[in-house]
């Protein structure tokens, strides 16, 4: 009978490998984080503290992680039977899983360096978002990156640690058991509960700077940590008011000198918006512009790239040019709710692609009412994101690449027709309601300033694949599309609304860098629409009533946005978010709303991103933060955003 005191050095033995992946791991996530510092070197500052703390802190979400990844390892060296591990076969079996194993850790770190070269930010909810859609996501990243090239590179690094490992990870066991083996599984389940519980993935936001807590994080928990979290119950994690006094704040701040509440109800918002102008049955198309970004268009405080829009730039001396417009999110689908819905964002994902978003008072509501046609138009396939299921169970017809001849594209890729393809499409159907003699009202969301940034060869002077090259085709393609349509009978009768989903990127130094919010608007009718220029704070969520009151519509609305040229002086605000922080812009102020923590406000630079934080803090507009955040979500939650909605 072998010794008891042979027993830990037999553990020790079949556990080996075990230490060998931790090292890998680890040193991977290391070295991904010196390369994603040194990629964002000139955000960080040259401070030894702050070093350190990304690095320890860093870490820290390695060790836990590795934890998690290394569960798959941990099961094969406690089941595998010690004549099967140390038998040729089953030693390979065991070498197979350290090669997948090792090439998982490759293959995501070079994923988070692509990833970060697009978003700023370690994996998050736009990933999870990702991981639903393969069809579209793989061939994006097909259609941007030699993958076929980097992928035989990592399995050319992963055969070489193999390589280097084949010593370490010899078979060897001098005679484990199966029951002492089950007490390194039963430490390394207790040590998972307990960090399930004690870490949570803002523990890291700690620095003042959103890059250091960013590269303080790992990839790979985060996005779990963002899978957990993709919907926030609001009065579980955020601060609150009593239901009542929200409402009844709620109410006194959606009060205009043109609406009245229909009821008593403090629950109940609908209004009857009365006009102060002629009603004018014109048609609408409203295009929200791929990652539009301001900083693309001159004439916007956050303007970077000279030149770079110059047919845009022309429009905007011609149109009613509005400067100080804020996105409610990061992503197309925040800007679809906040034009169809005119509602500020809701934690954790977009209504868009929440369940049980049907029959919700829209944009498309009004116009129908009007006896429009109303339609969403887009050029990919709109199962994306919810797209089609969303607008055609809220008032408008669904119409996407599938509507498409294919002999009449001139260039595609796996989002969809090039923008001047799916103008085509919309030309079209503007032609079919001026023939039966209704007026038409679209929402146009267009895809080719997105990577892969592919478009018709010959538009522009830029060659392909290059963002900047995208926003010049963007811009051919608008002037082209309203080149065309000058040509059309309705032309004349027709607002053009040109404005963003979001911007192209939206990282900064802080957690809600504001100038990664602004984007343009501009509203184009000769005929209609005299030019101006409008430099009021505007939310996104503003543009549905604003747009109403230029037409002298006269309509019941629940909407939460303000018509701007209704609106007093000074009570003008704008909502910024991402999936988990909910901004609140008012003044000179930016209040914050983030999970489990009290309510901070910051003094942003609006052209800069960059912000302070204030000493004393405003405590009206922390309670009209609370106030706007909470009721959106709860009357989503509730059902209460129904055209029809419950009793409560």
């Not at 941007?144 to 992963?158: Q, V």
Request: proline share 6%; glycine share 6%; aromatic share 14%.
């Amino acid at each position: 009978m072998r010794p008891a005191s042979s027993v830990p050095g037999a553990l020790r033995q079949r556990f080996r490998p075990l230490v060998w992946f931790g090292v890998l791991f680890v040193s991977v996530a290391f070295l991904v984080r010196l390369i994603l510092l040194i990629k964002t070197r000139h955000d960080v500052p040259p401070d030894l503290g702050q070093y350190l703390y990304l690095f320890l802190v860093g870490f820290g979400y390695d060790l836990v992680t590795y934890i998690y990844f290394a569960w798959p390892l941990l099961l094969a060296l406690w089941l595998l039977p010690r004549r099967a591990y140390l038998s040729r076969w089953g030693h390979r079996i065991f070498l197979g899983l350290c090669f997948v194993l090792a090439f998982a850790v490759l293959y995501l770190g070079a994923a988070e360096l692509v990833f970060w070269g697009e978003f700023s930010a370690r994996f998050n909810f736009i990933a999870v978002d990702y991981l639903v859609y393969t069809h579209e996501v793989v061939g994006n990243i097909r259609e941007s990156y030699p993958i076929g090239t980097w992928s035989t590179l990592l399995l050319a690094g992963t055969l070489l640690v193999m390589f280097l490992s084949r010593r370490v990870l010899a078979a060897r066991d001098d005679g484990s058991r199966f029951l002492a083996r089950m007490g390194v599984v039963g430490v390394w389940l207790v040590l998972t509960v307990a960090v399930s519980f004690a870490v949570t993935g803002s523990m890291k936001d700690r620095s003042s700077n959103n890059y250091v807590n960013e590269l303080a994080g790992n990839g790979i928990y985060q996005f779990f940590a963002a899978f957990r979290e993709n919907e926030l119950d609001y009065a579980k994690y955020y601060p609150t008011l009593p239901d009542k006094e929200a409402f009844a704040n709620l109410r006194s701040l959606l009060k205009t000198p043109d609406a009245t509440y229909t009821s008593d109800d403090p629950m109940n918002l609908t209004r009857n918006i009365v006009a102060d102008r002629p009603e004018r049955k014109l048609n609408v198309v409203l295009i929200s512009v791929e990652s539009l970004s301001g900083d693309y268009v001159e004439g916007l405080d956050v303007s970077k790239h000279k030149h770079l829009m110059p047919n845009l730039d022309a429009l905007a001396s011609k149109s009613l040019f509005f400067t100080q417009l804020y996105a409610n999110g990061t992503r197309t689908v925040r800007g679809l709710e906040a034009l169809a819905l005119s509602v500020p964002p809701t934690p954790g994902e977009s209504i868009v692609k929440r369940p049980d978003n049907e029959n919700l008072w829209s944009l498309a509501d009004v116009f129908n009412a009007k006896g429009y046609e109303s339609e969403f138009v887009y050029g990919g396939y709109g199962y994306f994101d919810n797209m089609n299921h969303f607008f055609s169970t809220n008032g408008y017809n669904a119409v996407d690449r599938g509507a498409i001849d294919d002999k009449d594209i001139h260039a595609e890729n796996v989002w969809g027709v090039a923008d001047e393809d799916l103008y085509t499409l919309v030309m079209k159907r503007m032609d079919d309601a001026y023939a039966k003699g209704k007026p038409y009202f679209a929402h146009v969301m267009t895809t080719s300033n997105h990577r892969p940034f592919t478009f018709p060869e010959g538009r522009v002077s830029l060659p392909q694949g290059s963002r900047r090259a995208a926003v010049q085709y963007t811009d051919w393609a608008i002037a082209d599309f309203l080149k065309r349509a000058a040509t059309k009978p309705w032309f004349d009768d027709t607002i053009f609304v040109i404005t963003a989903d979001h911007c192209a990127t939206s990282a900064g130094k802080t957690s809600l860098p504001v100038d990664r919010y602004h984007i343009p608007l501009l509203i184009y009718s000769p005929k209609h629409v005299p030019a101006g220029r409008v430099d009021r704070l505007m939310s996104q969520i503003d543009i549905p009533p604003t747009l109403l009151g230029m037409l002298g519509f006269s309509y019941t609305s629940r909407f939460y946005g303000y018509d701007l040229f209704r609106l007093e002086p000074g009570r003008e605000r704008a909502f910024l978010s991402t999936y988990q922080e909910l901004g609140y812009l008012h003044g000179d102020r930016l209040t914050s709303l983030v999970p489990r923590q009290p309510v901070k406000e910051m003094l942003p630079q609006k052209s800069t991103g960059d912000a302070v934080p204030v000493e004393k803090m405003d405590p009206v507009d922390a309670k009209d933060a609370i106030t706007y955040y909470q009721t959106a979500a709860y009357l989503f939650t509730h059902g209460l955003m129904k055209r029809t909605a419950p009793a409560h």
